[in-house]
């Protein structure tokens, strides 16, 4: 036994926080490292103490084998968890670390070299009896080996990078015409990514699953399944919904899958927790596809129907300890079900985004829910790194269940400054076929009318509520001593005053116009993040949040947030000869020039409060005041000329 006393987390984001969570309950110190461009981090202050790696992009930063050895002995960390990505599947990292004196957290160089490769792997698993896609993953790369191959397999087919990873370095190719140029861009596409074009070939399967079995062996030689996740919904070959277990699997698939997983793992002498990836076709045979030596994404759900901690137990493995369950004892209990949040945009092409969560709210959870995030308001979603910010997760009785309480997680997720995929998410959830279980990785493809957002106006009812939400949120200037006023009602929800009232909005870059009408002001009330509103008789809430400068107000699974556009800024670099007007109905809270005084352009003349907002009305060019035609306390209307300026010749 070697008790580690000291992990260092040599990653970032969600799964380092996820990991020091799990240390700091085991009594573990932990140390964090970070770029500079995570200088601010969240997993930086959950853990003990942090060492800045310095740089920005990975290279230079957390794929650095030698910094994070020197930040581990610096520290006096014992051990060392790599986390997924980066290094996590890095055989010199393994063996670097082992070469330092320090244990590493996960299966040895050898097994991460073995699988590594995927043609390599196939060969492997091939002579361990664990079936295979038919393809060709052998050494000679010539293209008339490829293209007898795929005639023999019969088209599609799919060529894959071996070294390939993440989705990418996959190309399908429909017939023998398309083979030749599909084969040079997939080599020269591999080359590009991964420093390595060998290519294998494999039959392209038709609406598959994605299904896949998590293991988890110990250094005695005991070897344990702990069911399987169905890994279907995915974009770009990048699972974005995961669930355990897989829909529709029986015992006795889940038997044959687990024991052809648990081969897998003894053929590569495997130790600590791994996933053998397969494909499910619609006979119901499997496929190995390939294994992902190292602590998974979406390990959540699994934990969540078995009852464990897989980090606690990879990190007890590594310490020398036995498995604390045998096969027998592995029991599952309901349903779980993740959602990958990512700063993306799902209706274009889900490019990533980049940018400061100006508005990040999780919601509180309740039974069965869980939240992995790696991220808090105000922080900066980097172009540095992988796009993923947080994971939802939540587990239920039934499949129903857990898929509800997601829904419900997801629909009181709020965020804003950087586009996500959390309306997409929601959308997948509600789909009826994903409701029913009916799930393969074309998923999405197959469904593009009901996930991706129509391309259509919001509706006058949107903006109406807008224009209420942003008076009714405004906070009131004027103090009103009447207990009577909409300000001082005691349920707390904010009431409109009935009288009309015009706003303009700026949405996505564009000005709406919008004249909130009496009713809807009078039937319109606001309670720190809801909007209430009556419709068809009904009534309806809404989130809408406030913050300073902006209005977050949801219309069905989308947030949009919307600022005000200053009305009397706009007005007054078009203000008319003779004088400066006001562009509103409001009151005038300060007037700050007297007649003949000089002023500068931009200096300020007069404060207008109106919808409940102040606004400063400026001289546009340098001049003296000739007339003040209001005076503090005034009521005024919209056109009445305010003050009159004589410019400077
Ligand atoms: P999985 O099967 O768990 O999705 P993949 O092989 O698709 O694993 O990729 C590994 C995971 O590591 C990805 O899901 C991705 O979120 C993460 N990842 C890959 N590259 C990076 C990176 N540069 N930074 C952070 N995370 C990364
Ligand atoms: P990566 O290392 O990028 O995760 P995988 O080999 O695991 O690569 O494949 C990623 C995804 O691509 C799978 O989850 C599946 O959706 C799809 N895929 C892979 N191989 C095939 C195949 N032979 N037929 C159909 N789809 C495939
Ligand atoms: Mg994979």
């Known amino acids: 036994m070697r008790p580690i006393q000291r992990l260092l987390i040599a990653n970032r984001g969600e799964i380092a926080c996820r990991i020091i969570r799990t240390a700091k309950t085991m009594g573990i110190a932990t140390v964090a490292v970070h770029s500079q461009a995570d200088a601010q981090a969240l997993h930086l202050e959950l853990a003990h103490t942090a060492v800045n790696l310095g740089g920005n992009t990975p290279e230079e930063s957390y794929l650095q084998i030698e910094k994070i050895i020197a930040a581990a002995k610096s520290t006096n960390a014992d051990a060392i968890h790599p986390g997924y990505g980066f290094l996590a599947e890095n055989a010199d990292f393994a063996r670097a670390v082992e070469a330092a004196g320090l244990i590493f957290i996960g299966p040895s160089a050898s097994a991460i070299e073995a699988m590594g490769s995927k043609s390599a792997a196939k060969s492997l698993m091939e002579r361990a009896g664990v079936p295979l896609v038919p393809?060709?993953?052998?050494?000679?790369?010539?293209?008339?080996?490829?293209?007898?191959?795929?005639?023999?397999?019969?088209?599609?087919?799919?060529?894959?990078?071996?070294?390939?990873?993440?989705?990418?370095?996959?190309?399908?190719?429909e017939s023998q015409a398309e083979l030749a140029e599909a084969f040079d861009s997939a080599k020269r596409e591999a080359k590009a990514a991964f420093g390595n074009d060998h290519m294998l070939l494999e039959k392209y399967v038709l609406q598959p699953r994605h299904v896949e079995v998590q293991i988890v062996a110990d250094t005695h030689g005991n070897y344990i399944y702990l069911a399987e996740r169905d890994c279907s919904i995915q974009r770009r070959h990048q699972k974005v919904v995961e669930e355990a277990p897989a829909p529709g699997i029986d015992p006795a698939l889940r038997q044959a899958m687990g024991e052809a997983a648990v081969r897998a793992a003894q053929a590569v002498n495997y130790v600590n927790a791994g996933t053998v990836e397969f494909l499910l076709d619609s006979s119901g045979e499997f496929y190995f596809m390939e294994m992902n030596t190292r602590l998974q994404v979406e390990h959540p759900v699994t934990e969540l129907i078995t009852n464990t901690d897989l980090v606690a137990w990879q990190i007890a493995i590594a310490q020398g300890g036995t498995?604390?369950?045998?096969?027998?004892?592995?029991?599952?209990?309901?349903?779980?079900?993740?959602?990958?949040?990512?700063?993306?945009?799902?209706?274009?092409?889900?490019?990533p985004a980049a940018g400061q969560l100006s508005l990040y709210r999780e919601p509180a959870l309740g039974p069965g829910q869980r939240i992995d995030s790696g991220v808090r308001e105000g922080d900066a979603v980097s172009p540095f790194y992988d796009p993923m910010v947080a994971k939802l997760i939540a587990w239920g009785e039934t499949r129903e269940e857990s898929r509800l309480r997601l829904l419900h997680l997801l629909k009181q997720t709020h965020i804003s400054g950087v586009k996500t995929n959390v309306a997409f998410l929601q959308r997948i959830l509600a789909q009826p076929s994903f409701a029913k279980g009916y799930v393969h990785t074309g998923f999405i493809e197959e469904h593009t009318t009901d996930l991706f957002t129509p391309n259509q106006p919001l509706p006058p009812l949107f903006w109406q509520l807008a224009g209420a939400a942003w008076i009714l949120s405004s906070p009131p200037q004027i103090s009103f001593e009447d207990p009577h006023s909409p300000w001082a009602a005691a349920s707390g929800w904010r009431n409109g005053s009935a009288r009309e009232a015009k706003l303009r909005f700026n949405l996505n870059d564009e000005v709406h116009s919008v004249t909130v009408d009496a009713a809807t002001l009078h039937n319109t009330h606001w309670r720190e993040n809801m909007l209430?509103?009556?419709?068809?008789?009904?009534?309806?809430?809404?989130?809408?949040?406030?913050?300073?400068q902006q209005l977050h107000l949801q219309w069905k699974e989308t947030l949009y947030t919307l600022t005000l556009v200053d009305p009397i800024s706009q007005a007054t670099t078009e203000h008319i000869a003779g004088g400066l007007t006001a562009p509103m109905s409001g009151s005038i809270v300060k007037v700050a020039v007297e007649v003949g005084q000089p002023v500068d352009a931009g200096d300020l003349l007069v404060i207008v409060e109106a919808m409940k907002m102040e606004h400063s009305i400026r001289a546009t060019e340098a001049g003296v005041v000739k007339a003040i035609f209001c005076a503090q306390g005034d009521m005024v209307s919209e056109g009445t000329i305010l003050v009159e300026m004589e410019p400077n010749s």
């Open 323 to 351: 498995l604390p369950l045998c096969q027998d004892q592995v029991t599952l209990h309901g349903h779980a079900m993740e959602v990958r949040l990512y700063a993306e945009d799902p209706d274009n092409d889900f490019l």
């Open 532 to 548: 209430r509103y009556q419709e068809d008789n009904q009534q309806r809430e809404l989130c809408a949040i406030r913050t300073p």
């Open 135 to 173: 393809g060709y993953h052998g050494q000679d790369q010539s293209l008339e080996r490829f293209q007898q191959a795929a005639e023999s397999i019969g088209y599609p087919v799919l060529l894959k990078a071996s070294a390939g990873g993440g989705g990418r370095g996959m190309q399908v190719v």
